[in-house]
């Protein structure tokens, strides 16, 4: 993450993607607090870097979404998870894995 932030500055979209794996790595350790922290920055730098409904920006919301689930805000997730899938089923091709990941078991 600090290579990348070194070389590329806080706001590029790569050190997103930075953000959400670290904060998938939150989530497994249950350190939700953390994991919900690293989802909302890589959001914020998405949604600064990329256009409007980009399909990369929900990259950050899936983990949003869990992170809200597992944290007992269901109602909050639900929003996230349906907005998230909204995005990957308008740009993603049909039966691409992200959506099936998205959609759940």
Known sequence: MAIYRQLLGDEHPRVAHAWVHLGTLHYLQGKYPEAEQDAATAAKIYEIKL????????????????????????????RVLRD???????????????????QGP
């Open 51 to 78: 256009p409007k409904g980009h399909g990369a920006v929900t990259s950050a919301y899936t983990p949003q979404g869990l992170i809200l689930n597992k944290t007992g805000r269901s109602t909050e997730a639900e």
């Open 84 to 102: 998230a899938l909204a995005t990957r089923l308008r740009v993603l091709p049909k039966g691409h894995y992200l959506i099936a990941a998205t």
